[in-house]
């Protein structure tokens, strides 16, 4: 969780806490009528809370998709250099060798998965454009590199949707946050008045509150 999760955590307890104290006088009407508007703001969090943590689930399995999806072509790709380099005999300046790498092959596969998969794209295209007249040991790797590509690009495509659903999500909490702070400082000023027409002192209003 962020620091400002824990800050809207807090927030919640401090919402929980006056909705409990105006439940502790069940028989009193004012005290009802603000229990009522309190108790739904917080109900709002919970489920604003727990569809956060649904949110933040849904970032982890991506996140731990693209890593996979990462090794996996990172596979592929030492895979098809290792033939690629035995092919043309370990002359990395060999023509053959450069229509497929523009860098040593040891630093694509050292990349993210972000930069990996359009130099792996430009691969598969080259292998493809070459079609039979590429070396039979490299035109096998075609599968296994276009498979790698596929798993890394839906990979991406996900954590990139899951990362957009939780910043949306967290402008939600955001207006959440500023609406319990607003309705905690309404209903403190609207105790403050019932304790005056009761004749009560200012205390008991800030009975109703864990902090002001």
């Given at each position: 969780?962020?620091?400002?999760n824990?800050q ?8 929980a ?87 040593p ?33 490299l ?11 596929k ?16 910043g ?20 403190h ?24």
């Amino acid at each position: 969780m962020t620091r400002a999760n824990r800050q809207h955590d807090v927030t919640a307890d401090h919402v929980a806490f006056t909705v409990e104290a105006l439940a502790a006088q069940p028989g009193d009407a004012d005290l009802n009528k603000l229990s009522a508007r309190v108790n739904n703001l917080l109900t709002d969090w919970e489920g604003i809370d727990a569809e956060g943590r649904r949110l933040e689930r849904a970032v982890i399995r991506a996140s731990a998709h693209v890593k996979v999806a990462d090794a996996t072509l990172d596979a592929a790709i030492a895979a098809f250099a290792a033939d690629l380099v035995a092919h043309v005999g370990g002359d990395l300046s060999h023509a053959t060798y450069t229509g497929f790498f523009t860098e040593p092959h040891e630093e694509v596969i050292a990349m993210g998965l972000d930069s990996e998969v359009p130099e792996v794209t430009l691969i598969v295209h080259a292998l493809d454009q070459q079609g039979e007249a590429a070396p039979a040991k490299l035109r096998a790797h075609l599968e296994p590199l276009r498979a790698g590509l596929k798993l890394g690009n839906g990979a991406l495509a996900s954590r990139s949707d899951a990362l957009a659903d939780l910043g949306r999500h967290m402008a939600r909490v955001e207006a959440w946050h500023e609406t319990a702070a607003a309705s905690l400082r309404s209903t403190h000023g609207a105790l403050a008045r019932t304790a005056q027409k009761r004749s009560l002192p200012a205390s008991w209003a800030d009975a109703f509150f864990n902090v002001l």
